[in-house]
């Protein structure tokens, strides 16, 4: 069985499509007018500056998966 797409959301080709990662989410909000307008510009300032961080430090980390799969390479 297949279910029906839900009423009201359009169709996937008719959404803007949603940033792929955390550095391009950071990316595309600080430079949202109406956000930067309705929140203000210095919380959207610091809060893009923070996921940046986040994300900097998400790609420094070396998972456990890396460390057993390159452990012989390295």
Known sequence: ???PP???LGTPSSAASLPANLTDAAR???TDLVLREALGEELV???CAMLHNV???F???VTDWEIRE???VL
């Open 45 to 47: 300032d610091n809060y």
């Open 1 to 3: 069985l297949t279910a």
């Open 59 to 61: 790609q420094d980390w």
């Open 70 to 72: 390159y452990r012989e």
């Open 28 to 30: 595309a909000l600080s």
């Open 55 to 57: 994300s900097r430090r």
């Open 6 to 8: 839900p009423e009201g």
